[in-house]
């Protein structure tokens, strides 16, 4: 046996020489590959991001000087354009008032039809110079029953109120906008307003916008700003009204104050008829139909008018899953469009350079593609990488200091919540990467680039799931069946990611880098583990 035991313990020694060996050679070639091949790559990686980041910095400190100069010289649309109220004539009577078709699309709109219809028939208009037109395109029967019954009890008090529905949901809102246009009664009217089946204008919507259409031909949209009642539902909801109160206050206001061109938000605006078929109409080829019509009317030279001042209630998607579908299509559309028109653009001879500059760089480019794929690769790609990369180091300028400026610049707009900006800066980190994959599907027109899925609005339904009981009882569900509807893992893999890196900072980093790595891991498994916005058990 004692023979035995020392001829067993010599082999122990060699193998574990040959086993620091075989680690040693592996560190080595590991050091090499990163050295010549992860480090140069990395390298080119960061140069990039701190370029696309000046070019975001650049914008946003431009747009911010523009603001201010707004402000403080008081350049509100009534002082830019001709504005006066339209005021009753006793000889011309209603005649004054110019004839305005409201259209209201819906989809399978349960929760909010009643309040869109309601508002929409509430508006101080003359019942003889307006009419309801309600684009119907459900595919739930009881529902359009609802709809339809409706539209009937308004027809009853005496408003001129249409019901129309389709065959078939070809070119989804487009198509219905566009079907919509083509009944015979459309033709008397000059003007059409469109909400969306959430949107609740006030009763002197039309009295502060058409005056700008009456004294000034050359605009063809006027556009009001929207106003969240849900807005503190959740921390989500918070903070996208953050980042939508930048894009109403400051992007919109830039672009009508500046160059007369901004884009359409689909819903709460006014457009002259003349100016919407000149452009081409409605088209469907991407799922920015709003943003399309815009680009084409202001190549035709149509001016655009934004109005801050005029505030249209509607609801923020409170269900990440929702918000998901909604900013997929913000995002995919937008490049696709992009893609789409860029050569017309550039040949275009009705507008001059700087518009055409304008158009393409700052609110294509910079806005709707930079944006995005800057704040996904750079923030959770590269900066995590670069913990394990130790030859490459990130300035503190790209790091810190541009970031800082970005995000104040944004969240001033927003003063009540300035104390979540944190959050704001690690939610948008996390949707960064949603709108990254929709940006590339939308550039490469990938089989996902037209996918609609309609905003889920949830009205008082979240109310009911919490106060009826049968509401929750009627979720059959396995509790396993419901864990794993609330897991994303494309998130729990990034979180993963961005986790280990933070532990390996920790253990041999220098720069700190930890303490932001920590917080955007939670934030990715927060959001994987559908611990964000509002969940309602049997809304699936």
């Known amino acids: 046996m004692d023979w035995v035991s020392s001829t067993t313990f010599i082999p122990k020694k060699v193998l574990e020489l040959a086993t620091n060996d075989v680690t040693g050679q592996i560190g080595f070639i590991w050091q090499q590959i990163r050295t010549f091949v992860v480090a140069p790559i990395l390298r080119i990686?960061?140069?990039?991001?701190?370029t696309m980041s000046l070019m975001l910095f650049i914008e946003r400190v431009y747009m911010g000087v523009v603001i201010l100069c707004v402000k403080l010289f008081g350049r509100k649309p009534e002082k830019r354009y001709k504005w006066e109220e339209i005021?009753?004539?006793v000889e011309k009577g209603n005649s004054n008032y110019p004839m305005v078709l409201v259209?209201?699309?819906?989809?399978?709109e349960k929760e909010v039809y009643k309040l869109s219809i309601g508002a929409a028939c509430g508006l101080s208009w003359p019942s003889d110079r307006i009419i309801i037109q309600v684009l119907d395109d459900s595919t739930d029967p009881a529902i359009k029953d609802l709809v339809e019954l409706e539209c009937k009890r308004w027809a009853s008090k005496g408003i001129n109120i249409k019901y129309e529905i389709r065959d078939n949901r070809k070119g989804y809102k487009a198509g219905a906008l566009k079907e919509g246009l083509k009944h015979n009664y459309v033709e008397m009217c000059d003007y059409v307003a469109i909400f969306?089946?959430?949107f609740q204008p006030e009763p002197d919507f039309l009295r502060r916008t058409m005056p700008y259409f009456l004294h000034n031909p050359e605009i063809g949209l006027v556009q009001a700003r929207w106003k969240f009642v849900n807005s503190n539902e959740c921390i989500m909801t918070r903070i996208q009204e953050m980042s939508l109160n930048y894009h109403f206050r400051v992007e919109q206001e830039v672009g009508s104050s500046t160059y007369a061109f901004f884009g359409f938000n689909g819903t709460a605006g006014v457009w002259r008829i003349a100016a919407l078929n000149e452009a081409?109409?409605?088209k469907d080829r991407t799922t920015v139909e709003d943003m399309d019509l815009a680009v084409r009317a202001s190549l035709k030279g149509w001016k655009f008018v934004y109005v801050g001042d005029i505030k249209v209630k509607n609801e923020l998607p409170s269900t990440f899953k929702a918000f998901r579908y909604q900013q997929h299509r913000w995002s995919c559309g937008p490049a696709n469009l992009f893609r789409k028109m860029a050569m017309e653009i550039i040949m275009n001879e009705k507008v001059n350079l700087w518009k055409k500059v304008h158009v393409l760089y700052s609110f294509f480019f910079v806005r709707k593609i930079v944006a995005h794929i800057v704040t996904f690769f750079f923030y959770c790609v590269v900066i995590p990488a670069s913990v394990l990369v130790p030859e490459v180091e990130i300035p503190k300028w790209g790091l810190?200091?541009?970031?800082s400026i970005i995000t104040v610049l944004n969240a001033i707009e927003t003063p009540r919540s300035i104390y979540l900006v944190y959050f704001w800066i690690l939610f948008e980190n996390v949707m960064?990467?949603?709108?990254?994959k929709a940006t590339f599907i939308g550039l490469l027109e990938t089989k996902r680039v037209n996918e609609w899925v309609v905003t889920e609005k949830l009205g008082d339904a979240l109310l009911k799931s919490k106060d009826s009981k049968p509401a929750i009882k009627a979720t059959q569900k396995s509790r396993f069946s419901r864990f794993r509807?609330?897991?994303y893992l494309m998130e729990l893999g990034f979180g993963a990611f961005i986790f280990l890196c933070a532990r390996y900072d920790v253990a041999f980093g220098k720069y700190y880098y930890f303490i932001y790595l920590y917080g955007q891991a939670i934030a990715f498994f927060v959001t994987g583990f559908g611990y964000v916005g509002t969940y309602i058990p049997n809304s699936s």
Do not use: K
């Open 196 to 198: 969306d089946a959430d």
């Open 485 to 487: 509807e609330r897991l």
């Open 45 to 50: 990686s960061v140069f990039l991001c701190l």
């Open 400 to 403: 810190v200091y541009i970031p």
């Open 432 to 436: 960064s990467m949603h709108r990254t």
């Open 103 to 108: 259209q209201i699309p819906m989809y399978n």
């Open 280 to 282: 081409g109409g409605w």
């Open 87 to 89: 005021e009753d004539d």
